[in-house]
């Protein structure tokens, strides 16, 4: 199994980008897709989850209205949409996946993470 992140970058405040999670090696639509991401000195963050059916779990107020995580289950692809970056969302965004009907605090593959550097 492989999750490989990218999409990464520096940008300035206010910008947007689109990280890309390309899943091998599982069953891509019976999986739930996730982001988390961690900052520096902090503890690893939940972003957002989609299952197979396109449904997402509720944004962090952080994140609500600037953050949209989508999945094209034909390229076994998890996206994350990112606008109107901040300085509080640099940080190392991973994707994990996890089987449906798995408990949802638990993550069983793990990507490689992308680096997200917002300048201010």
């Known amino acids: 199994v492989q999750l490989q992140a990218s999409g990464g970058g520096l940008v300035q405040a206010g910008d947007s980008l689109r990280l890309s999670c390309a899943a091998s090696?599982?069953?891509?639509?019976?999986?739930?897709m996730a982001w988390f991401r961690q900052a520096p000195g902090k503890e690893r963050e939940f972003v957002a989850a989609?299952?197979?059916?396109?449904?997402?779990?509720p944004y962090a107020d952080s994140m609500k209205g600037r953050f949209t995580v989508s999945r094209d289950d034909a390229k076994n692809t998890v996206y994350l949409q990112m606008n109107s970056l901040n300085s509080g969302d640099t940080a190392v965004y991973y994707c994990?996946?996890?089987?449906?009907?798995?408990?949802?605090?638990?993550?069983?593959?793990w990507g490689q993470g992308t680096q997200v550097t917002v300048s201010s």
């Open positions: 994990a996946a996890r089987r449906i009907f798995t408990p949802s605090d638990v993550y069983k593959y």
């Open positions: 989609i299952r197979g059916s396109g449904v997402s779990t």
């Open positions: 090696g599982i069953n891509f639509s019976g999986y739930v």
